[in-house]
């Protein structure tokens, strides 16, 4: 096995697991580097939505020609689809703040990940990897990935486990595409 002896103050690290954590740390800059091209681009889309709110509001408003500026039944448009449309597009837009939150977190997991990877002190010990372990599901900003987490990890039961009783049920599998509702189900 290659070893780099370049590595001052420690135990060289294998030639491999440097490789390894390079590709790693690759991975999660390319994972902020996604996030970073899309965030603009879901801004503008939600501004589209609020705009597109504001003028639906303002060609839907009613004509208030009447006495006291009252208007007669009947005269404005029902605004009632339109409204509920543009409320739909914006609570779908939520998602894209869900996926950067997922994203950043894999990604900051990742370097963390990478970073252990080429540390002084290898092989790593029981302790140093629980420590990493508690580090990285600190990150987490979602209840559900830390549900997950524990399921992989042994907080909580197998992953297999989780994955047959909701199958069985007729459940999404660890993620909800739908909401931040904890799936991982004891």
Do not use: Y
Not at 145 to 154: K, P, Q, T
């Amino acid at each position: 096995m290659h070893r780099d002896d370049s590595k001052p103050g420690g135990p060289p690290v294998p030639v491999k697991s440097r490789n390894a954590a390079l590709l790693v740390d690759l991975c999660a800059e390319q994972i902020q580097a996604a996030i970073s091209e899309a965030s603009s681009d879901i801004e503008a889309l939600s501004l589209s939505v609020l705009d597109t709110a504001r003028h639906a509001d303002k060609l839907i408003e009613p004509d208030r020609s009447g006495p006291g500026g009252e208007t007669s039944a009947g005269q404005g448009p029902d605004s009632g689809p339109l409204k509920e449309a543009v409320r739909n597009a914006s609570q779908r837009l939520q998602f894209a703040d869900r996926l950067s939150q997922r994203l950043s977190n894999t990604a900051a997991n990742l370097a963390a990940l990478a970073d252990f990877m080429q540390a002084d002190e290898q092989p790593v010990s029981d302790e140093g990897w629980s420590a990493f372990l508690d580090a990285a599901r600190a990150r987490f900003t979602m209840e559900q990935e830390r549900r997950m987490f524990d399921a992989i990890f042994g907080t909580a039961p197998s992953v297999e486990a989780v994955d047959a009783k909701q199958h069985a049920a007729g459940e999404h599998l660890l993620f909800d595409v739908e909401g931040d509702e904890p799936d991982v189900r004891g």
